[in-house]
Every structure is written in C-alpha cells, then in structure tokens.
C-alpha cells in the first residue's frame, strides 16, 4: 500500500534545527512532486516548500525562504526538509505530500515540530 511516514520532529529552541525525512513507498516516486505542508491548531493547512519530480526546481512560502530547504533523493524514495533558524511560529505538524499530474495526491500522518524556550 501508498505510505508516507514523516520523521524528525520534536522540541527545538528558537534558533535551533531539524531535519525532516518523509519515506515514501507505494508508489513511483521519482514521477511525483513531493511539498511538505505544515498545520498549526485550528488553522489551514499550509504549504511550506515544493521540488519537482527531478529536482530541478524548488519553491519555497515566503516565510520560510532563506531559512528552509527542500531536497529529495529518488534512489531512496525520501524528500527532506532542512529547517534552520526556527523561530516560535514555525511551530506546526509538518505533513510530506505526493502529486502526480495534479490529480493522484497521497499524504502522510504528520510529524510534530514545537519551537519553544
């Protein structure tokens, strides 16, 4: 079956770092584009970053540019999101996402980041 299974979260400072993994199985990964969308309590869901099937291009929500970078390894069915100088509102439950052709779209359970002293 499609899974996604988002890891890395947990508590950080302000200032701090994390890594997140999302595995990916299922599914060919290497044609879809893969995002990471993030969700605070009762409040919308997100988008944060997007990269492209390749690789090629990458984009970014304009508050995290600068300090989040998006990556993926398709020989490991794996994206990443490298978080940087995390600050108090990055605070979330971070979600990896999978699109083909914007039609087939999977999603995973989340992984929680608190940012907090």
């Known amino acids: 079956q499609v899974q996604l299974v988002e890891s890395g979260g947990g508590l950080v400072q302000p200032g701090g770092s994390l890594r997140l993994s999302c595995a990916a199985s299922?599914?060919?990964?290497?044609?879809?584009?893969m995002s990471w969308y993030r969700q605070a309590p009762g409040k919308q869901r997100a988008l944060v970053a997007t990269?492209?099937?390749?690789?090629?291009?990458?984009n970014y929500a304009d508050s995290v540019k600068g300090r989040f970078t998006i990556s993926r390894d398709n020989a490991k069915n794996t994206v990443y999101l490298q978080m940087n100088s995390l600050k108090s509102e990055d605070t979330a439950v971070y979600y990896c996402?999978?699109?083909?052709?914007?039609?087939?779209?999977?999603w995973g359970q989340g992984t929680q980041v608190t940012v907090s002293s």
């Open positions: 996402n999978a699109v083909r052709e914007s039609r087939v779209t999977y």
């Open positions: 990269i492209t099937s390749t690789g090629g291009t990458t």
């Open positions: 299922g599914f060919t990964f290497s044609i879809f584009t």
